[in-house]
């Protein structure tokens, strides 16, 4: 079985990572496509090097455009890789512009596509990750969904009616997160390097476009994470993005503020923080993996079951409504009653299913 992966952005990065190697262990063929959406050193390279994704058989140096205008070169450029290489699937992962392009590319020319990471819904049309995701779920033939809900979804749009394969086969996030965690223990010094001890930091991360394209909604949130570290210091590594927004406006803030870090590094300091602020999607869930509260600074969340059961709380960018959040939380216990993402084994269900069922 031959499968061309198209990657392009951080988090695919870390998910192709554990699936890739999967894959290998089962014999399956896999291409690699790197579409350049993230290429600095600290967002890709080094991703590359420290978690062994095997190097991109082809990378298309698209990054720094508009949506339109990457999409369509993706998609364009993709088609020529997949024309020539044939293969039986073409694998997306998430809700990025790569994610839709691929997809799109291969089941224009009749290829079927696979999407991990299936099913998620924030019933927000304003990201231009809904729409990614939504539109590509629909066009995909095997649907691998990361949890219940995502399933459930699916289910409530009608899924059962089209010709797509559903698959809860778990969450490739926490096979990334604990397995690197255990790597990263005896290979990452960061904490020594920031001078940070266990419970002591809070870890945020800010890089979502409703935030950073919104100066009120940028400033709501710089606003708390300063009164904030004033209880306990706040550590920021920077998205580029968000970097160069409070560059243009001006904003400047006392937080402690590092570069993107590697994500050994990331895991270190996730799973040594007090709590996680952040508006990422895949941050929310690895303050679980590692027993962390998190406050998510947007107005709603994919990953609903942890805001239902008490680990996530959904704070927006509203200043009041974050530090109440945080002092909600700031003394209280960890306990975890849960287990939503399937236990760390969703690159070897994807890979086993696709060699028994395919
Ligand atoms: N991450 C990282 N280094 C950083 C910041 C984040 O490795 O400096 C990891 C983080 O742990 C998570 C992933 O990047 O696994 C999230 O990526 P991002 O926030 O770009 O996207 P999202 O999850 O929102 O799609």
Same mark, same amino acid.
């Given at each position: 079985?031959?499968?061309?992966?198209?990657?392009?952005?951080?988090?695919?990065?870390?998910?192709?990572?554990?699936?890739?190697?999967?894959?290998?262990?089962?014999?399956?063929?896999?291409?690699?496509?790197?579409?350049?959406?993230?290429?600095?050193?600290?967002?890709?390279?080094?991703?590359?090097?420290?978690?062994?994704?095997?190097?991109?058989?082809?990378?298309?140096?698209?990054?720094?455009?508009?949506?339109?205008?990457?999409?369509?070169?993706?998609?364009?450029?993709?088609?020529?890789?997949?024309?020539?290489?044939?293969?039986?699937?073409?694998?997306?992962?998430?809700?990025?512009?790569?994610?839709?392009?691929?997809?799109?590319?291969?089941?224009?020319?009749?290829?079927?596509?696979?999407?991990?990471?299936?099913?998620?819904?924030?019933?927000?049309?304003?990201?231009?990750?809904?729409?990614?995701?939504?539109?590509?779920?629909?066009?995909?033939?095997?649907?691998?969904?990361?949890?219940?809900?995502?399933?459930?979804?699916?289910?409530?749009?009608?899924?059962?009616?089209?010709?797509?394969?559903?698959?809860?086969?778990?969450?490739?996030?926490?096979?990334?997160?604990?397995?690197?965690?255990?790597?990263?223990?005896?290979?990452? &010094? #960061? !904490?020594? +390097?920031? $001078?940070?001890? /266990?419970?002591?930091? =809070?870890?945020?991360?800010?890089?979502?476009?409703?935030? @950073?394209?919104?100066?009120?909604?940028?400033?709501?949130?710089?606003?708390?994470?300063?009164?904030?570290?004033?209880?306990?210091?706040?550590?920021?590594?920077?998205?580029?993005?968000?970097? &160069? #927004? !409070?560059? +243009?406006? $001006?904003?400047? /803030?006392?937080?402690? =503020?590092?570069?993107?870090?590697?994500?050994?590094?990331? @895991?270190?300091?996730?799973?040594?923080?007090?709590?996680?602020?952040?508006?990422?999607?895949?941050?929310?869930?690895?303050?679980?993996?590692?027993?962390?509260?998190?406050?998510?600074?947007?107005?709603?969340?994919?990953?609903?079951?942890?805001?239902?059961?008490?680990?996530?709380?959904?704070?927006?960018?509203?200043?009041?409504?974050?530090?109440?959040?945080?002092?909600?939380?700031?003394?209280?216990?960890?306990?975890?009653?849960?287990?939503?993402?399937?236990?760390?084994?969703?690159?070897?269900?994807?890979?086993?299913?696709?060699?028994?069922?395919?």
């Amino acid at each position: 079985m031959k499968i061309v992966t198209i990657i392009g952005a951080r988090p695919q990065f870390i998910k192709a990572a554990v699936v890739s190697k999967a894959f290998k262990e089962h014999n399956i063929n896999e291409v690699l496509v790197h579409t350049g959406q993230h290429f600095d050193q600290n967002m890709s390279q080094i991703f590359f090097e420290e978690m062994g994704i095997p190097a991109p058989n082809y990378n298309l140096h698209i990054h720094g455009l508009s949506h339109g205008a990457m999409t369509g070169q993706m998609l364009e450029k993709t088609e020529e890789i997949l024309l020539k290489e044939k293969p039986d699937f073409v694998l997306v992962y998430g809700d990025t512009n790569s994610t839709l392009a691929g997809a799109l590319a291969a089941v224009k020319i009749h290829i079927p596509v696979i999407h991990i990471e299936a099913g998620l819904r924030s019933y927000n049309m304003q990201m231009p990750e809904e729409v990614n995701r939504i539109l590509t779920d629909r066009i995909s033939s095997i649907l691998f969904c990361p949890t219940d809900t995502a399933v459930a979804n699916l289910q409530s749009e009608g899924y059962d009616k089209i010709n797509a394969k559903i698959v809860n086969s778990g969450d490739v996030m926490e096979d990334s997160a604990t397995f690197f965690n255990e790597v990263a223990k005896t290979r990452s &010094n #960061i !904490l020594n +390097q920031l $001078g940070l001890k /266990t419970n002591s930091y =809070i870890l945020a991360t800010i890089h979502r476009a409703e935030n @950073t394209d919104n100066p009120d909604k940028l400033l709501g949130i710089f606003n708390a994470l300063e009164k904030i570290n004033k209880d306990i210091p706040v550590i920021l590594p920077l998205h580029p993005r968000t970097a &160069n #927004i !409070l560059k +243009q406006k $001006g904003i400047q /803030t006392d937080i402690q =503020i590092i570069e993107p870090v590697g994500y050994l590094d990331m @895991t270190i300091l996730t799973s040594n923080a007090s709590m996680i602020l952040t508006d990422s999607g895949g941050l929310q869930k690895e303050a679980f993996f590692f027993n962390r509260f998190c406050i998510t600074l947007r107005e709603e969340t994919e990953w609903v079951e942890l805001v239902d059961n008490g680990y996530n709380f959904l704070a927006g960018s509203d200043t009041e409504k974050i530090i109440q959040a945080f002092q909600n939380i700031k003394n209280r216990e960890f306990i975890k009653k849960h287990n939503f993402y399937g236990g760390g084994k969703a690159s070897e269900n994807i890979a086993n299913y696709l060699v028994k069922n395919i």
